[in-house]
């Protein structure tokens, strides 16, 4: 089992930018593939970054794509989410999320990942 702790969240006004970050221990990390999901109140968990083991393959959701972006360095057991543009309904708590196994190809949907964060929130006032 991997632990993750994420940190980074705060509040923002619309067209600033955050940076998440995750940290990894118990695993090796450098085998999994990463993501990270996020959930508004009173809805769904979805989607928001992923990017494979090796760090050469990334995967964004449609409503990120070209604002957020996703990284990694294995050497410090981290994954970032760069967060640029943001817009009120990027506000939620944002989740950091490992591969059930290793060497995947990016994963996309949760039923893929096996562990997961405790969340920060990010908050984009108008």
């Known amino acids: 089992q991997v632990q993750l702790v994420e940190s980074g969240g705060g509040l923002v006004q619309a067209g600033g930018s955050l940076r998440l970050s995750c940290a990894a221990s118990?695993?090796?990390?450098?085998?999994?593939?990463m993501g990270w999901f996020r959930q508004a109140p009173g809805k769904e968990r979805e989607f928001v970054a992923a990017?494979?083991?090796?760090?050469?393959?990334?995967y964004y959701a449609d409503s990120v794509k070209g604002r957020f972006t996703i990284s990694r360095d294995n050497a410090k057991n981290t994954v970032y989410l760069q967060m640029n543009s943001l817009k009120p309904e990027d506000t939620g708590v944002y989740y950091c999320?490992?591969?059930?196994?290793?060497?995947?190809?990016?994963?996309?949907?949760?039923?893929?990942?096996?562990?997961w964060g405790q969340g920060t929130q990010v908050t984009v006032s108008s």
């Open positions: 999320a490992a591969a059930k196994n290793p060497w995947s190809a990016v994963p996309r949907v949760m039923a893929d990942f096996g562990s």
């Open positions: 118990g695993r090796t990390f450098s085998i999994y593939s």
């Open positions: 990017i494979s083991w090796s760090g050469g393959s990334t």
